[in-house]
């Protein structure tokens, strides 16, 4: 039981360190391009908006 409450432990430390990586580089990004950031930010949520509806489309 202790070895797997370790893994687990482990396992929540290392997601917490690669969100902490990903939020350093993040914020990095938008500190310099904001404008080219906000840019890709709206194409990626267009083509997200396609797929469900694609996929609602494909349900019916």
Do not use: R
Not at 2 to 31: E, P, R
Not at 38 to 53: C, I, N, R, W
């Amino acid at each position: 039981m202790m070895k797997s409450t370790m893994n687990m432990v482990k396992g929540v430390g290392i997601g917490m360190l690669a969100g902490a990586a990903v939020t350093v580089v993040g914020s990095q990004m938008m500190k310099t391009d904001k404008k080219h950031l906000k840019k890709s930010a709206g194409k990626a949520m267009k083509t997200v908006s396609d797929v469900l509806d694609n996929v609602q489309y494909m349900f019916k």
